[in-house]
């Protein structure tokens, strides 16, 4: 029996709320479209502050991954600029790297 890769997703109307809270004009509309590149950003973001988080406890000889290396790691991934991660979370994501090496 062939098993189906499974991957986490975003609801739409949690990605509409969240954009929603930051719009100016409670009348601004999103597209379809826009709530889909929004939540492969969000997922993207998510990966990377995972990544970030294991190594972290890897470099504290750490076999589990707490919110305290989360925490270490989220003022880097705050400051690293968004173009890096994004990239980088999406050569990794299309196989690209292997993230053990990276």
């Known amino acids: 029996m062939e098993e189906k890769a499974t991957s986490a997703t975003f609801k739409k109307e949690t990605v509409q709320r969240l954009m929603s809270l930051h719009f100016k004009d409670e009348k601004t509309k999103v597209s379809n479209d826009a709530l889909i590149l929004i939540s492969e950003l969000l997922k993207l973001f998510i990966m990377e502050a995972a990544a970030r988080s294991a190594k972290q406890a890897k470099t504290e000889e750490n076999e589990l991954v707490s919110i305290d290396h989360f925490e270490k790691i989220l003022p880097q991934l705050y400051l690293t600029p968004s173009y890096t991660f994004i990239v980088r979370a999406s050569l990794i994501y ?9």
């Open 94 to 102: 299309d196989g690209v790297f292997d993230q053990k090496k990276i």
